[in-house]
């Protein structure tokens, strides 16, 4: 298993996008991806518009 840290200086400047996109490329490729972000603050999980919902709206998984 391979793996990715996304990273960055301050919140706002592009992780989950760019994570995102990283997914989608790899999964395009035909590699078996999955996403993990261990930690969530200022919004729910279960809000379409939070990260992990579009990380894993991206990935079209189920949980
Ligand atoms: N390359 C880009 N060009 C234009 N807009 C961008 C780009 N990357 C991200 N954005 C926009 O910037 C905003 C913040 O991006 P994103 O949510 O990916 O940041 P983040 O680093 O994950 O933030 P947070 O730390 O708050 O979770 C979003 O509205 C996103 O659409
Ligand atoms: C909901 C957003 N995407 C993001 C918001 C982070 C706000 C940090 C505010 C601070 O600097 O204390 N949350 C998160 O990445 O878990």
Request: charged share 20%.
């Amino acid at each position: 298993m391979k793996g990715f840290f996304v990273t960055g200086t301050d919140t706002g400047v592009g992780k989950t996008i760019i994570a995102c996109g990283l997914a989608a490329v790899l999964k395009e490729k035909g590699m078996n991806v999955g996403v993990f972000k261990p930690f969530l603050s200022g919004i729910s999980r279960d809000d379409p518009t939070s990260d992990t919902s579009l990380l894993k709206g991206n990935l079209k998984v189920e949980n």
